[in-house]
């Protein structure tokens, strides 16, 4: 596909994708620079604030996808509709991905392999990072019908346990969380060899899985995950990256009640931030509620305290509105119960942030926007932890606790 077809297929993408409007101020493509931030960024000022008060050691980004086309021994498996033009949506959003990664056509050195440069450029892109910190790189499950059988047909891709825990294993800036359907005949063998194989989490996606997280089919599974004291990441409000296939009603924050009674660690992604829910603690068809204020209603209980946490990741995305980033940034009570996550390679589709859209709320001093801008065009993980430490609403910052991860992950 070349360059200029690529580029007409964003718009179309754009709404299934994002769920709202494009911002290109920023471009429509992640120019990949690939030669690692120039002295005049990685002496900035601007970035050392950003590191005051940061164990990096502590640093752990709890939500960065691993991702490929399977054109290795990675067992990585694409849904051929991901990869058809026939399926012009599917085909975009996934060509936008590679995009973002900087793989699969970019003008980057290249290994021969989708997979391999994918890592490779993760690796990159750590290298601008203090040598602590850890990128959590993610697993995928398939998704299963109510049987516990997997159906290719509906899921939108795989990253196998075992390939994530190699990578993991391959570089010291890694670590890696494991994805198992709760469904599955072998779950509970399957989070046991994760255990021991060095997971730090399970990453599920009900709605793209086809998880009920309040179904009594995943207590077995709940038992085994607080058995061996390890968390469970789970999206949350409403999806707009993959296919959910009317499962969206599975995001719902309340539903994760059930996980929590069993007394699992659970990291609510995206803080809920997206979307309506049916308040479901007054019955099964209670009125919509604003997903992010049910996961506040969660978060104001002192019973899930130690267990219940929502990670950051996609909350700067255009189609979150100022309202979100004001009650995310201004509840200071519940800053103890976030922890950061970026998401990528969201953070690297440059129309899906807009930098300057938070100058006009606000929230950005001008002359920091110009910075991060230009990091941005070398590097957006770290352009995505600069944004969030410097965003401030009504003069509140996130603290560096929220960016203190690893402490949700202390099993590990």
């Known amino acids: 596909m070349n360059r200029r077809r690529f580029l007409g297929l964003l718009a179309l993408a754009g709404a299934s ?22 002295p005049q960024l990685r002496d900035h000022e601007l970035l050392r604030e950003c590191w005051e008060g940061i164990d990096a050691r502590q640093f752990w980004d709890c939500h960065v996808h691993l991702a490929g086309t399977g054109d290795s021994d990675s067992g990585i498996w694409v849904n051929p509709d991901m990869r058809s033009p026939w399926h012009p949506i599917q085909y975009t959003q996934f060509r936008y991905y590679l995009d973002a990664a900087c793989v699969g056509g ?24 203090p040598p602590e910190a850890r990128f959590m790189l993610l697993a995928f499950d398939y998704y299963h019908d109510e049987e516990g059988r997997k159906d290719a047909q509906m899921s939108a891709f795989h990253v196998p346990n075992s390939y994530a825990q190699r ?38 996606l009900p709605g793209a899985m086809g998880i009920d997280p309040a179904s009594s089919r995943c207590d077995r599974f709940y038992a085994a995950l607080a058995r061996h004291d390890m968390p469970l990441l789970t999206h949350t409000g409403k999806e ?8 969206q009603a599975l995001n719902n924050p309340l539903r994760l009640r059930r996980p929590l009674e069993h007394g699992v ?10 979307g309506e829910y049916a308040d ?8 919509q509620v604003d997903s992010l204020s049910l996961f506040h209603r969660l978060a104001a209980e002192r019973r899930y305290d130690g267990r219940l946490f929502g990670d950051l990741s996609a909350v700067t995305l255009v189609n979150r509105e100022r309202s979100v980033l004001e009650r995310l940034w201004g509840r200071s009570e519940f800053h103890g119960r976030m922890i950061n996550g970026s998401d990528y390679p969201l953070p690297g589709i440059m129309p899906l942030i807009s930098t300057q ?23 957006p993980l770290l352009y995505d932890f600069m944004l969030k430490r410097r965003l401030s609403m009504a003069g509140v910052r996130l603290p560096p606790v929220v960016f203190h991860s690893r402490r949700v992950f202390q099993h590990a």
């Open 106 to 129: 970019n003008d980057v050195a290249s290994r021969g392999s989708v997979d391999a440069d994918y890592v490779e450029r993760l690796r990159h892109l750590h290298r601008d990072f």
């Open 17 to 38: 994708l994002s769920g709202c409007r494009f911002y290109p101020a920023e471009g429509m493509s992640n120019p990949c620079l690939a030669q690692g931030l120039p």
């Open 240 to 247: 707009y990256a993959i296919s959910v296939e009317g499962g």
């Open 280 to 287: 479901i603690d007054r019955g099964e068809d209670g009125p």
């Open 167 to 204: 990578v993991a294993a391959a570089y010291p800036g890694f670590e890696w969380i494991a994805s198992i359907h709760p469904y599955r005949e072998d779950s509970v063998e399957a989070l046991a060899w994760c255990v021991r194989h060095g997971a730090k989490a399970v990453k599920w």
């Open 357 to 379: 859209g938070f100058v006009d709320w606000g929230f950005l001093a001008r002359e920091e926007a110009g910075v991060l801008v230009e990091v941005r065009r070398y590097n």
């Open 265 to 274: 660690r659970v990291i609510l992604a995206h803080c809920a931030s997206l």
